[in-house]
């Protein structure tokens, strides 16, 4: 059987197409055929996962979500998951692909082996509820426990705190976290201990201990040096591989564990 394609049909009446959008419609676009595994959860009619297999034709530039949302919305309106933006921003859509955990949305089915079963579950660590769907209460209860917010004293400034370059650049990669739970979920300590803090707290804590502004460093110091903080540590990287938006997660746990030892911030 030929590859389905799709021609673009020749534009009928009204205004003529502008010559990027000639350009981006000439042409065929190649679709293949794909098998979406998907984990399937639901306590209300079942103690345990299944497997349940779905077959898509789809261009293989579209993203893992487009898929997922294709199924809900073609093939069974009972599947569970999370999504909002859809452009890799809110962080809602982490889930683990082909055994990684990624964001759906910035996942293309061309990049995930499309020729095989592609699978999806949900993250892992956390207790799943439905489908895809996990209890994140854990997870943002970590993160609210490292004061992720500016601590400061004295009276308001009445003018902004300045910040050089280099004060900026201390802290500037642990502000990309999107609160997606991947490099948390991706920790083989986590798995085996949900008491752990993570990864996701930890660069979060980070984010504020090196800002030259806050003056809440040492008390979030003394909250990571407990026992289920940044000791628990293995430095098995998985966490900075998982991360989608390319933060160096180890490095951060590394430093703040560098500043327990140092109190140098």
Aim: aromatic share 8%.
């Amino acid at each position: 059987m030929s590859t389905p394609t799709i021609e673009d049909a020749a534009p009928q009446g009204g205004n003529p197409h502008s010559a990027g959008l000639d350009a981006a419609e000439s042409g065929k676009v190649e679709l293949v055929t794909i098998t979406v595994r998907i984990r399937r959860f639901n306590p209300e009619e079942h103690p345990d996962a299944v497997w349940v297999d779905y077959q898509l034709t789809v261009d293989p530039k579209i993203r893992v979500l487009d898929a997922i949302n294709t199924i809900k919305w073609e093939q069974d309106g009972t599947l569970t998951y999370r999504r909002s933006c859809a452009h890799g921003v809110c962080g809602s859509d982490a889930m683990r692909i082909n055994g990684k955990n990624r964001l759906a949305c910035k996942t293309l089915i061309k990049d995930v082996n499309p020729e095989k079963p592609i699978t999806i579950e949900p993250i892992k660590g956390l207790t799943v509820l439905k489908d895809l769907v996990v209890d994140m209460d854990p997870f943002f209860q970590a993160y609210r426990d490292v004061m992720p917010f500016l601590i400061t004293t004295g009276n308001e400034p009445t003018r902004e705190r300045i910040q050089s370059e280099e004060d900026v650049q201390r802290f500037e990669d642990t502000t990309k976290c999107i609160l997606c739970a991947a490099c948390t979920t991706s920790c083989p300590v986590f798995w085996n201990d949900g008491q752990y803090f993570g990864p996701a707290a930890i660069v979060n804590a980070h984010r504020f201990i090196f800002d030259s502004r806050d003056e809440g460093a040492e008390q979030r110091l003394e909250i990571l040096n407990d026992r289920e903080g940044v000791w628990r540590c293995r430095t098995t990287f998985n966490c900075t591989d998982a991360c989608p938006r390319g933060i160096e997660v180890t490095k951060a746990i590394q430093e703040v564990k560098r500043a327990l030892v140092t109190r140098r911030f």
